[in-house]
Antibody
Framework: QVQLQESGPGLVKPSETLSLTCTVS????????WSWIRQPPGKGLEWIGH???????KFNPSLTSRVTMSLDTSLSQFSLKLSSVTAADTAVYYC????????????WGRGTLVTVSS | EIVLTQSPGTLSLSPGERATLSCRAT???????LAWYQQNPGQVPRLLIF???RRATGVPDRFSGSGSGTDFTLTISRLEPEDFAVYYC?????????FGQGTKVEIK
């Protein structure tokens, strides 16, 4: 059973870059599309983007100018970088994937709260 | 971008009652690629339904999904205590994948 675990700083200063890593265990990182999804406190879900084993990425157009994703198959990790953050980027960040051929998410990490504040 | 609007915002019902949640899209969802998730406070979203009507592994059969095009429905036939939660729809027919704003099902 594939398991996901997010890690990274819980506090980021405004204008700086948010960096998170998701570690994959129990399965091959080469087999799936790997997504980041976020949820501001008390609000709904927003898909940030995904990366595939070949390094192909797709991002939400609302964030594309600030987002970078990468994949390290040797470490079974994939990463998110979000630049020039503001308080509006404060959210629980989830890594997620799908076990089947459809882009509905049945596998999620526990999520990590990132607060943007000076 | 496809915007999903869920209604009602809050549904107040009693255990044993039937819940009907709506999700409406601003344009047709390709191949009816629509999913439903359940989220309890402080918990991770849980996939209930994908491809409009297919139950995810382990989801009780009191949950069912229907619809096509721009109008979709999640029905919970008889509410159990653990079903009181927030429900989100998500479309994955057109990138970017988008979510509705959620419907809260609360105990009346």
């Amino acid at each position: 059973q594939v398991q996901l675990q997010e890690s990274g700083p819980g506090l980021v200063k405004p204008s700086e870059t948010l960096s998170l890593t998701c570690t994959v265990s129990g399965g091959s990182i080469s087999n799936y599309f790997w997504s980041w999804i976020r949820q501001p406190p008390g609000k709904g879900l927003e898909w940030i983007g995904h990366i595939y084993r070949s390094g192909i990425t797709k991002f939400n157009p609302s964030l594309t100018s600030r987002v970078t994703m990468s994949l390290d198959t040797s470490l079974s990790q994939f990463s998110l970088k979000l630049s020039s953050v503001t308080a509006a980027d404060t959210a629980v960040y989830y890594c997620a994937t799908q076990s089947g051929p459809y882009f509905s998410f049945d596998l999620w990490g526990r999520g990590t709260l990132v607060t943007v504040s000076s | 971008e496809i915007v999903l609007t869920q209604s009602p915002g809050t549904l107040s019902l009693s255990p044993g009652e039937r819940a009907t949640l709506s999700c409406r899209a601003t344009q047709s969802v390709s191949s009816n690629y629509l999913a439903w998730y359940q989220q309890n406070p402080g918990q991770v979203p849980r996939l209930l339904i994908f491809n409009t009507s297919r139950r995810a592994t382990g989801v009780p059969d009191r949950f069912s999904g229907s619809g096509s095009g721009t109008d979709f429905t999640l029905t919970i036939s008889r509410l159990e205590p653990e079903d009181f939660a927030v429900y989100y729809c998500q479309q994955y027919g057109s990138s970017p994948w988008t979510f509705g704003q959620g419907t809260k099902v609360e105990i009346k």
